[in-house]
Structure formats: structure tokens, C-alpha cells
């Protein structure tokens, strides 16, 4: 299957690269006024919501989990790479951490106040998402918040577009057709923050943040 070559070919990958991935971003959050407002802004929404666990998908060495943990939230790592959770728990040993797909969690319906997916859908091929983030709507409770991060398609007629990523092939989204396909999953957008492109970025692509609520719940 498409998925499960994918999946394999992007774990594989990051359990190669994991020592050097993570000293390379686990201390760049401080640079980032912008990705840290955002992350304050989830946290705020999920809080307000009723404050269940949030799963941090795609976590990495941990540090973004971390963060939303000094933020308050009850939250936890899982990442496809077993090398990047043996990172993950020896730097941050009081956080659960997990092996999983995004496609398949083990965790129960309805059972999250927020699920983060930072730069983890980049990887995926574009017919395989929809299953993905129907699968991010069954593990929200009602009224529960995702917070979408990726890398923005710069062609209108081209939804999704191939990019050179370092590690493992991945794809830039157009932000409309993505907001398209959240609402078809029962997601409805709260709010989006694009990023511009800085002169000292490595990757001159536009950085955007899609804030979404599943329905079902009095708004607070």
C-alpha cells in the first residue's frame, strides 16, 4: 500500500537522521515569536474547552511537547521513528511518549481536547490524508481544537506540491484546499497564521498554521 510504503520509507529516515534532527530544532522555539503564539493561542483554546490530554503527533526529540506542557496542557508525544522517542523520553522523562501512526492511534474516540501536528502531514502522499485527518476528528472530543502546521504550495492551480525536504519526500499544501478538506472532515476553521519567508530561512516557502474545531460543543 501507498501509505504503509510511505510511512516505512519516513520512518526509516528519521531514525537515521535523529541525533542530528533533534540537536538541530529542539532549541529553536525561542526564536520563533510567531510559531510560540500560535502554540498559546491552542493551548488557550484547548484550556477553555475543558483542558483534556492533547497528543502531540509527529513529536520528535519532544521539545514542542514540552512546551505545550509548560504551557499547562496535559500532553504527550507520538512519532512513526522509535529513534526519535528514545530521544524524546531521555529529554523529557517526566512526558509519555509513544510509537504510532498518524492513520492508526491507539487512542480512544473522542478521548483528546487537542491533537498538534506540526510539520507531521508533510510527509504524507496527498491521497492518503483524508483517512489521516478523519482520524484526527475521531480522537477530538467535541469542541476540540487541531493545530495544523505546513509548508504552503505557492501555485494556485496545484494543490499540493513536491519539495526537496532533506530527509524523507514530502509536499507543500495549498492552505485553502487543506481548509477544504479539514471542513469534509467535520473541522471547521478557526484561524490561520501565515509566515513569509525570511531572508535567512534555508527553504523559501511560506509557513502556515491552521487552527480547526471539531463541532459538537457550546462555544465557551
Known amino acids: 500500500m501507498v501509505e504503509h510504503d510511505a510511512l516505512t520509507v ?3 529516515a528519521y531514525d537515521a537522521v535523529a541525533p542530528t534532527y533533534a540537536e538541530l530544532f529542539r532549541d529553536t522555539l525561542p526564536d520563533r515569536p510567531l510559531d510560540r503564539a500560535i502554540l498559546n493561542v491552542f493551548a488557550e ?11 502531540d503527533l509527529g513529536c520528535g526529540p519532544g521539545h514542542i ?21 528514545e530521544l524524546a523520553r531521555q529529554a523529557c522523562p517526566g512526558l509519555r511518549f509513544e510509537v504510532g501512526a498518524m492513520a492508526a492511534l491507539d487512542i480512544a474516540d473522542g478521548a483528546l481536547g487537542g491533537v498538534l501536528s506540526r ?5 504524507t502522499p496527498p491521497p492518503e490524508l483524508p483517512p489521516i485527518l478523519a482520524e ?7 469542541g476540540g481544537h487541531l493545530l495544523l502546521g505546513f509548508s504552503a504550495s505557492d501555485d494556485p492551480s496545484h494543490p499540493t506540491q513536491v519539495f526537496d525536504h532533506t530527509v524523507a519526500p514530502a509536499y507543500r499544501w495549498s492552505p485553502d484546499h487543506l481548509a477544504t478538506m479539514l471542513r469534509a472532515s467535520g473541522l471547521a476553521e478557526v484561524a ?3 509566515r513569509e519567508p525570511q531572508p535567512t530561512d534555508r527553504r523559501q516557502f511560506r509557513e502556515v498554521h491552521l487552527l480547526a474545531r471539531k463541532a459538537g460543543a457550546v462555544e465557551p
Do not use: C, K, N
Not at 45 to 53: M, R, T
Not at 119 to 123: L, V
Open 45 to 55: 483554546a484547548v484550556s477553555a474547552g475543558g483542558g483534556l490530554h492533547v497528543a
Open 65 to 85: 511537547t514540552a512546551y505545550l506542557d509548560e504551557l499547562g496542557l496535559t500532553a504527550f508525544g507520538v512519532d512513526a521513528s522509535p529513534a526519535m522517542i
Open 119 to 123: 510539520w507531521s502531514i508533510i510527509h
Open 136 to 142: 484526527f476528528h475521531r480522537v477530538l472530543a467535541p
Open 192 to 194: 490561520r497564521m501565515v
Open 10 to 12: 519516513t520512518r526509516e
